[in-house]
């Protein structure tokens, strides 16, 4: 059954990827900012992508290259529906970030046709369709920006070739502090910098701590998180892209950060605290270091988005 509205508007929750330890395995959702997008069936059984706002002129038009269209065709195929919609999309977040500017993008948009249909397919059930948008955006299919943004919460992806997403317990005082540099960095250059090859004794030091990071989210142990949440793979290699990333990190860390990383490929960073007071300082520590460069930056302090992918109108 279809919905007879005349328009289906739906905001997508940006999301930090990765959570250090978790290369294309962890993501979470985050308040405040994300993406809209609107659509309008029409009966010319095709996709027009009619405006695009927040953008600077940067984003395509064409439906065979823009990620909304082209997630919103996986599920038209999966549906065996030649359906036309009007495409509205809103950014409201910067892109290149690394807070899944184009997950939340395809996942509004997918969402929003979703239930134009009468919701056929659950929001785990959704994140395929929204990965084909992200293989366009950067070359790799991967469900860590998509899935939290669809379902909310703390996302594990355990497999990518067929996908299965858990959903993982969230600490009731978990915070997320995010700044995001003005600072430009494109995925597909942050992916370039990453070591083709990693020891067996790197390797091992990730696998602890993403078991340790599953087991501290369950037993709300913030210690255990703090000590977790570390890199060995992809950040002491990104970060070198990132402007003032160890300054950014230290004073987090001094501010009394549980931890500190690249939120997915970055240039934005995030922390993680327990508390809103907590979150506060650390949010002006981070912040701080930016202003005394003189480089702009925007600071974000969220609860974990439990949420995700909403229906506004």
């Known amino acids: 059954m279809t919905n007879k509205k005349k328009s289906i508007t739906v905001f997508a929750p940006a999301t930090v990827a990765n959570?250090?330890?978790?290369f294309d395995v962890f993501g979470m959702a985050i308040d405040h900012i994300g993406d809209e997008v609107t659509i309008i069936p029409n009966d010319k059984n095709i996709l027009q992508?009619?405006?695009?706002?927040g953008d600077n002129k940067k984003l395509?038009?064409?439906v065979n290259e823009n990620i909304v269209a082209i997630s919103i065709q996986a599920l038209l195929d999966a549906l065996k529906s030649n359906q036309g919609f009007d495409i509205y999309?809103?950014?409201?977040?910067?892109?290149?970030s690394g807070l899944g500017s184009?997950?939340?993008s395809s996942v509004a948009g997918l969402f929003a046709a979703n239930e134009f249909f009468g919701k056929p397919f659950t929001r785990a059930e959704l994140v395929p369709f929204a990965m084909e948008g992200?293989?366009?955006?950067c070359g790799t299919a991967h469900a860590d920006n998509v899935a939290p943004s669809l379902m909310g919460g703390i996302i594990l992806c355990r497999n990518v070739q067929h996908v299965e997403v858990i959903s993982l317990p969230v600490p009731t005082q978990l915070y997320a502090v995010v700044i995001h540099p003005h600072y430009e960095l494109k995925t597909s250059d942050s992916r370039k910098a990453l070591p083709k090859k990693i020891s067996i004794k790197i390797a091992s030091h990730q696998w602890a701590n993403t078991a340790g990071v599953v087991h501290a989210l369950h037993s709300q142990d913030y210690a255990l998180l703090g000590r977790c949440v570390t890199d060995h793979?992809?950040?002491?290699f990104r970060s070198k892209?990132?402007?003032?990333f160890d300054a950014a990190k230290s004073a987090a860390l001094e501010a009394g950060a549980l931890a500190c990383s690249i939120s997915g490929s970055g240039p934005s960073i995030f922390a993680l605290a327990k508390g809103a007071t907590n979150a506060k300082k650390i949010a002006e520590a981070m912040k701080s270091v930016y202003k005394k460069s003189k480089m702009g930056a925007d600071v974000y302090i969220s609860k974990i988005n439990n949420k995700g992918v909403k229906i506004i109108k």
């Open 19 to 22: 959570i250090a330890c978790g």
């Open 49 to 53: 992508i009619k405006s695009i706002s």
């Open 60 to 62: 395509t038009k064409d």
């Open 89 to 96: 999309l809103k950014k409201k977040m910067p892109l290149s």
């Open 102 to 104: 184009s997950a939340a």
């Open 134 to 137: 992200e293989r366009i955006a």
């Open 233 to 236: 793979v992809a950040e002491p």
């Open 241 to 244: 892209l990132i402007p003032h």
